[in-house]
């Protein structure tokens, strides 16, 4: 996918707003992109909820970047999928990370990626190829790769190819996708689907 229509490039975040996924550090990275580039239609889409949520939104009330940064609370993962094909930038500026699993999805889904060098990020991303690495709460080395995306929109799909191999080639996405659901089930349900069964 490249920019809509009327221009607009949409930036997305699917996280909990706990302090571990490092919303703070992204608004204000996403800021400092709008600062730069005013005449640019940026759209930073947040998915989720947290004990946060407060913080963050005053946060961008104080940025004066409430028009651009949306918080759209917790989704399922159909509406997951949704989201990642209508956006243009994956975005996850993590402090801690386990194996993040969205990374994974979004560049399966094409989309090129910005995250932060936590936990396994490094195996997941092909750093310059099919996304970008940077420092944990960085905030200008975050702005400076979503700038460079915003303004090369050309490489995204050879990004968005890069990244889509790279998962197909790593991970197995259909026995990784059914694992994953079960986890969202176990997550949203309190127990497994047809436990009894096992």
Known sequence: KTETNDGTITILTVAR???????????????????????????????????????????????????AVLFFGPIGQDRVVEEMKNADIFFLPSIAEALP??????????????????GSVSQVIVNGKS?????????EAMANKLEYLVEHPECW????????????????????????????RVLLDGAPRESAKH
């Open 101 to 118: 699993v969205c990374l994974m999805e979004a560049q399966a889904m094409k989309l090129p990626v910005i995250a932060t060098d936590v």
């Open 157 to 184: 799909p050879e990004m968005g190819k890069a990244g889509r191999d790279h998962v197909m080639d790593q991970y197995d996405i259909r026995k990784l996708n059914d694992r994953l659901l079960e986890i969202f």
């Open 17 to 67: 707003l706990v302090p571990e996924k490092g919303l703070e550090y992204g608004i204000k990275a996403v800021c400092e992109v709008l600062r730069k580039h005013p005449d640019i239609n940026l759209k930073y889409h947040i998915f989720g909820s947290g004990p946060l949520e407060v913080f963050l939104k005053k946060l961008t009330r104080d940025l004066g970047i409430t028009e």
């Open 131 to 139: 996304g970008f690495i940077v420092p944990v709460r960085d905030v």
